[in-house]
């Protein structure tokens, strides 16, 4: 299942209900990215701009990926978008399955697939001002890991 | 065709979106890319290093030589920092 929105989301109760009446499941791996405090100076703030209607597309077509790779009962990213203060949630992936093995790979694949294709912005807001967050290398390896399978 | 921008290609062109008629001589995205960078002024410096540009049609990932109709929704975008 796929989320985007702008308010908060509660990662315990979204756990709950992505594993509850299942009882095949026997594993769920989750992943949690936040808005870190500092990047070499103080962050007041931070803005997600996103792509309406892309930005689900491209999510949907990433879970389904997941799906045709690994054995999963459940799936759930919620993402967020708007302006958010440093230590706030911007997104969770949870994967479920009847084995760990699974759970944890298809997590760390969405993760690293959402990140270079889900089309998401981020500026940040410093003492400095304002900037458009830089593609990094690092996290296009990440994905590439993941092209041969 | 509708033209959309975003993150900082928004920001340096001034707008997010525009109506643009297609242009007979625009026949795939980078002829599309050549006519904006004509018009001079913003969008020549925002669209300057094309290999900082991504681009979507119909909501779709797609590469420089994909054609253009009529009626797409063309998407122009600096590469995605999300998640």
Sequence with gaps: MIRVQREDFDPGAELETLSRGNPKIGAVASFIGLVRAESGEALRAMTLEHYPGMTEKELSLIEREAKRRWPLEASLIIHRFGRLQPGERIVLVATASSHREAAFAACQFLVDWLKTKAPFWKSEETAAGERWVEARAEDEEAAGRWKAQ | ?83
């Design chain 2, 1 to 83: 065709m509708r033209v959309r921008y975003f993150a900082w290609l928004r920001a340096r062109i001034g707008r997010a979106e525009e109506e643009i008629p297609l242009p007979p001589e625009v026949g795939d995205v980078a002829a599309l890319l050549d006519w904006l960078v004509g018009r001079g002024g913003s969008y020549e410096a925002a669209l300057a290093n094309r290999g900082a540009i991504r681009v979507a049609v119909n909501k779709e990932y797609v590469g420089f030589s994909h054609p253009l109709a009529e009626g797409d929704e063309v998407a122009l975008f600096p590469p995605v920092t999300g998640g």
